[in-house]
């Protein structure tokens, strides 16, 4: 891209724009060009709406999920026990659970998970938060986390950081998915089942 | 998606993110809940830049490349020739032009190729002002439109419309890249690489 031939107002928008994740060079050029060429009403539009979602939604002075409120939706429901607590990566992984009707405690988002590779350090997670949380009330800590690496990494941390606490950490099950057939499993889902069997 | 569970403005967020070229609703979702996260100055620059971009940047006046001025720095500079105008489909194809240092004509930039799949007749591309800037100073009309079923179809339209002009059009050649194995090229690449051949 030859930097003196575009004015430096589009520079600067493609730079805004390869910094949001998953947009590359060539995608943020695109998006940069596209926005350009829209009427001053779509773009105002687009604007707006940035602005708007981040006056309006702040994370939960609890769990961190996002809220309008200064406590979400669910923490604030009194009907909600506040003795579990679903321990999640991201504010849509509660989505994805909400659904699923099982879970009536609480949740905690940490927005992430520990990356070295990436330069998150657990002080980047919403772990202070948690921690500070957990009370004499406060009976499991149940880790909704991926059995990425990152997840494996986060997970194990939380573990030794809230033990000590005298407070039950159980993790989510991981297995073969309900409806697939065992022979096309992967070999690491197939191990996680193995190795999390259970009495029947 | 619940959007039962979204706040609006987050709705409205990943609804204006779609519709930007090349995002889908994962990643537009994907953005609009790294931008809650954003602290508030990171964000101001990225909506600070749209706003700028929008207000500092104009169409020429001439060939509708983007400019901060009025008109172009190429329609603007009294070195280029008027006589030849290099017809490209987006203000990008110009820098790609112009470091062949190849051309020292000026350019029009049609903002897309006729498409009726996607809805774009010739009315929306910037035709009707190329046709107007053609006058009895205009020698050649140099059409590098890319060999796609769009960029076919927009030449053919453009050599109707101009041709009774009593103006020369032309269009770049298309052939083997320079550099590449024969028996790697595609099909139509070789086929227009035959049918393009010149007496040496």
Do not use: W
Not at 71 to 89: A, F, G, L, Y
Not at 107 to 112: A, E, S, T
């Amino acid at each position: 891209m030859d930097t003196l031939l575009y004015p430096q107002a589009l520079l600067k928008l493609i730079e805004e724009f390869q910094k949001l994740p998953g947009i590359g060079p060539k995608s943020a050029q695109r998006i940069a060009f596209h926005i350009i060429k829209q009427n001053e009403n779509n773009v105002k539009n687009l604007y707006k709406s940035i602005i708007d979602a981040k006056e309006v939604i702040k994370l939960c002075s609890i769990c961190c999920n996002i809220s309008t409120q200064e406590k979400c939706n669910i923490c604030s429901n009194i009907n909600r026990d506040k003795e579990n607590i679903c321990v999640v990566s991201e504010a849509s992984d509660i989505i994805a659970i909400e659904k699923t009707k099982e879970f009536f405690g609480t949740y905690h988002v940490l927005h992430g998970l520990i990356s070295p590779i990436e330069g998150i350090g657990p002080d980047k997670l919403k772990i202070k938060e948690l921690i500070s949380r957990i009370n004499s009330e406060t009976k499991e800590i149940i880790l909704a986390i991926s059995p990425s690496v990152e997840g494996e990494t986060t997970t194990l941390y939380l573990k030794k950081l809230i033990k000590p606490l005298n407070v039950k950490v159980t993790r989510i099950a991981f297995g073969i998915p309900v409806g697939s057939e065992l022979e096309y499993s992967d070999t690491i889902t197939l191990a996680k089942a193995i190795e999390g069997r259970r009495e029947i």
